[in-house]
């Protein structure tokens, strides 16, 4: 990070990340200082144009946003910091470490976006969607909540369909092809994608409903 961007990461530290040394609280909207419907979690959201987008369009719904990389975070930091955004949270390390430290039946959604596909056989073990996170996101999401997983790459399509449509806890909502072929409704698109778009690459847009 610039040496601006690491000492705004210092000074919004108290407010705007996450302390998971800390009890986790009872009702994670207690989290943020103002009163909220809902609490979503998004992972690996790189620059944050999706979560500051959704933070804006939802004032009253609190975001966790989970970015690991050094140089993305602290773009997130400044771009909630410019935006005055005071219904988002940030953690920097592993998404599985939130999952297992919030309430259960605690969020409204779970968002992963354009993961990383890892695709190398020998690497498989290290994507997002696995048998483990999947039982971590089946717990915290409460019934009636959504998992939403975007991805270009059709092998981790199916690698998301194959883990997640057996399972009882998760229903694969799609009715028709649109239904998986077109972004979700006030979809503001991702630099990811954008490139994937430029480069022929067809995003399929997936929503599982927590049973």
Do not use: Q
């Not at 773009?75 to 910091?81: F, L, N, P, R």
């Not at 092998?155 to 997640?164: E, F, M, P, Q, S």
Request: proline letters at 9%; aromatic letters at 10%.
């Amino acid at each position: 990070m610039s040496p601006t961007r690491t000492a705004l990461v210092a000074d919004l530290g108290a407010s705007l990340l996450l302390d998971l040394a800390r009890p986790a609280p009872d009702d994670p909207r207690t989290l943020f200082p103002l009163p909220l419907r809902d609490v979503r979690l998004e992972v690996g959201c790189g620059g944050g144009e999706h979560l500051i987008h959704e933070a804006l369009a939802a004032p009253d719904v609190g975001f966790i946003g989970i970015e690991p990389f050094e140089e993305a975070f602290g773009k997130i930091v400044a771009g909630v910091e410019a935006a005055g955004l005071r219904n988002v949270r940030l953690f920097a390390d592993d998404a599985a470490l939130v999952l297992d430290w919030l309430p259960a039946g605690s969020l409204g959604r779970v968002d992963v976006l354009y993961p990383d596909p890892w695709p190398k056989r020998r690497h498989w073990k290290r994507r997002f969607v696995s048998d483990e996170n999947l039982a971590r996101m089946a717990r915290a999401l409460r019934p009636g909540g959504t998992f939403r997983c975007a991805s270009d790459i059709p092998a981790y399509v199916d690698w998301a369909l194959l883990r997640t449509t057996p399972r009882a806890d998760f229903r694969w909502t799609a009715e028709r092809a649109d239904d998986w072929r077109k972004p979700w409704a006030g979809w503001p698109g991702t630099r990811y994608e954008g490139k994937a778009l430029r480069a022929g690459r067809v995003p399929a847009y997936l929503v599982f409903e927590r049973v």
